[in-house]
């Protein structure tokens, strides 16, 4: 069975940085893209940014040049997230897409809170 956990989220001051890590677990499975979507309180969840299996990230226009993905191997996902605003506050999910021979799924992480203070 597989599973997405992810840490790093916390409260940071408005202009500060925070890292978060997903790592995908189980077996059997191989893993396409990987990605960061979030949720602020009251709206719908957004993506923030997604990176290929070959490296090749996507952003959106919101946090370009603040945010970097990253995967240092083929089963984690990280965000770098630096300058960040008020704005920036939501919970953010990691996703990843599983592939079991020709079928595909995308499975999502518990969210990790980010909160940031003005």
């Known amino acids: 069975q597989a599973q997405l956990t992810e840490s790093g989220g916390g409260l940071v001051e408005s202009g500060g940085s925070l890292r978060l890590s997903c790592q995908v677990s189980?077996?059997?499975?191989?893993?396409?893209?990987m990605g960061w979507y979030r949720q602020a309180q009251g709206n719908e969840r957004e993506l923030v940014a997604v990176i290929t299996s070959d490296g090749s990230p996507t952003y959106a226009n919101s946090v370009k040049g603040r945010f970097t993905i990253s995967r240092d191997t083929p089963r984690t996902v990280n965000l770098q997230m630096n300058s960040l605003k008020p704005e920036d506050t939501a919970v953010y999910y990691c996703?990843?897409?599983?592939?079991?021979?020709?079928?595909?799924?995308?499975?999502w992480g518990q969210g990790t809170q980010v909160t940031v203070a003005s």
């Open positions: 996703s990843a897409d599983l592939q079991w021979g020709k079928a595909i799924r995308t499975r």
């Open positions: 189980g077996i059997k499975f191989s893993v396409n893209n």
